[in-house]
């Protein structure tokens, strides 16, 4: 079977697989504080569906998988799970998007697993502004957890959404993390995926962040990756390296390599687009495997060209990243 390509010649290797909607948090920017209805059980994909979706994926190309939510450890037995992904010959990475306030009872098993790329989400090392951000009372847990994972080896990206008003103050506070440690902190332009159907109207964009950071320090720019979504910089002397993310400002859209699969089955082919197909109900109404693959090539020839295109197709309906596969 040919790989996945969009019909700008994009090749398509790389899923952002959400096993929940729930989260032990409250993030602002990404969740009301109350009132969004969680998906019901049934309607959850199965981790059996997982993984049988997981090799019809594999055999159309995709050979990294992130593990992402709400917050992944909320799920029963997702070591379980990743147990048997990380078995799946045909995947190159797993990596995982946490909060960190569950993962601790299962670092050395991740390591066993060679699951060691591990994206934080930080806003805030200050405590109170830390609780003000997620609405939770976590920080002591989230700070020990991550110092644990620092010194066991994991490759840590640690991510800020910066918001003008909230936490611009923890720009240069976060980057002493960069200072001392050889992980890389990443500071995001918020996007209006907070459930609340509005704009909060405080990003700050990923030149003002590098405003902040030039005030005080010299930054020399490192060669990114390919289909990187972060801008990557070098402080003289740090152990690591710092990023911005243009992820409302949409620069990185051109060499996109990357399909989204909800918790429930949704496929997006872009963050800011509409849900292509629902993989749970070809699944569970008999489709065969050639059959959900044919669909997703058909999804993935839909990619918008960029963000923009694909807001303009969406009618600007912000769902929470927890509904997306952030
Ligand atoms: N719960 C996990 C976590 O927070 O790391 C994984 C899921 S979370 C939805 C994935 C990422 O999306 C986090 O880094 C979070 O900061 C980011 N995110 C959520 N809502 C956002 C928004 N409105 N704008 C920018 N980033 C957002
Ligand atoms: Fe939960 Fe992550 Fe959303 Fe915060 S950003 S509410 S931790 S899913």
Same mark, same amino acid.
């Given at each position: 079977?040919?790989?996945?390509?969009?019909?700008?010649?994009?090749?398509?290797?790389?899923?952002?697989?959400?096993?929940?909607?729930?989260?032990?948090?409250?993030?602002?920017?990404?969740?009301?504080?109350?009132?969004?209805?969680?998906?019901?059980?049934?309607?959850?994909?199965?981790?059996?569906?997982?993984?049988?979706?997981?090799?019809?994926?594999?055999?159309?190309?995709?050979? %990294? /998988?992130? &593990? =992402?939510?709400?917050?992944?450890?909320? +799920?029963?037995? #997702?070591?379980?799970? $990743?147990?048997?992904?990380?078995?799946?010959?045909?995947?190159? %990475? /797993?990596? &995982? =998007?946490?909060?960190?306030?569950?993962? +601790?009872?299962? #670092?050395?098993?991740? $390591?066993?697993?060679?699951?060691?790329?591990?994206?934080?989400?930080?806003?805030?090392?200050?405590?109170?502004?830390?609780?003000?951000?997620?609405?939770?009372?976590?920080?002591?847990?989230?700070?020990?957890?991550?110092?644990?994972?620092?010194?066991?080896?994991?490759?840590?990206?640690?991510?800020?959404?910066?918001?003008?008003?909230?936490?611009?103050?923890?720009?240069?506070?976060?980057?002493?993390?960069?200072?001392?440690?050889?992980?890389?902190?990443?500071?995001?332009?918020?996007?209006?995926?907070?459930?609340?159907?509005?704009?909060?109207?405080?990003?700050?964009?990923?030149?003002?962040?590098?405003?902040?950071?030039?005030?005080?320090?010299?930054?020399?720019?490192?060669?990114?990756?390919?289909?990187?979504?972060?801008?990557?910089?070098?402080?003289?002397?740090?152990?690591?390296?710092?990023?911005?993310?243009?992820?409302?400002?949409?620069?990185?859209?051109?060499?996109?390599?990357?399909?989204?699969?909800?918790?429930?089955?949704?496929?997006?082919?872009?963050?800011?687009?509409?849900?292509?197909?629902?993989?749970?109900?070809?699944?569970?109404?008999?489709?065969?495997?050639?059959?959900?693959?044919?669909?997703?090539?058909?999804?993935?020839?839909?990619?918008?060209?960029?963000?923009?295109?694909?807001?303009?197709?969406?009618?600007?309906?912000?769902?929470?990243?927890?509904?997306?596969?952030?």
């Amino acid at each position: 079977m040919e790989k996945l390509q969009d019909k700008f010649g994009r090749e398509i290797n790389y899923l952002r697989l959400s096993v929940t909607d729930r989260c032990n948090l409250r993030c602002t920017y990404c969740m009301p504080e109350r009132g969004l209805k969680f998906a019901p059980k049934q309607t959850l994909l199965t981790y059996e569906e997982l993984l049988d979706l997981a090799d019809m994926l594999g055999g159309v190309g995709i050979n %990294k /998988i992130r &593990i =992402t939510g709400g917050e992944p450890f909320v +799920r029963a037995d #997702l070591m379980g799970f $990743l147990e048997r992904l990380s078995a799946k010959p045909f995947l190159e %990475k /797993i990596s &995982i =998007t946490s909060n960190l306030t569950l993962i +601790r009872p299962h #670092l050395a098993n991740l $390591l066993k697993l060679g699951i060691k790329d591990i994206n934080v989400s930080l806003d805030s090392l200050e405590k109170e502004k830390f609780h003000e951000i997620t609405r939770r009372d976590e920080f002591e847990e989230v700070e020990q957890t991550l110092n644990e994972m620092i010194d066991r080896g994991f490759n840590l990206k640690i991510n800020c959404v910066v918001m003008a008003g909230t936490n611009e103050d923890q720009v240069l506070a976060l980057l002493q993390l960069a200072e001392k440690h050889p992980v890389s902190v990443r500071f995001l332009e918020e996007m209006p995926f907070n459930g609340s159907g509005e704009e909060l109207g405080r990003t700050l964009d990923y030149k003002s962040i590098l405003g902040i950071i030039s005030e005080n320090y010299e930054y020399t720019k490192l060669i990114d990756e390919p289909s990187s979504t972060s801008q990557n910089y070098h402080i003289e002397g740090f152990a690591g390296n710092f990023g911005v993310i243009p992820s409302f400002s949409r620069t990185f859209c051109g060499d996109c390599n990357r399909l989204r699969l909800s918790a429930t089955g949704e496929v997006r082919t872009c963050l800011y687009g509409q849900n292509q197909l629902n993989l749970r109900d070809l699944l569970r109404g008999g489709s065969s495997e050639e059959e959900i693959q044919a669909a997703l090539k058909e999804a993935v020839l839909k990619k918008p060209k960029d963000g923009f295109a694909a807001a303009d197709e969406n009618e600007k309906i912000y769902l929470s990243m927890t509904k997306l596969g952030g």
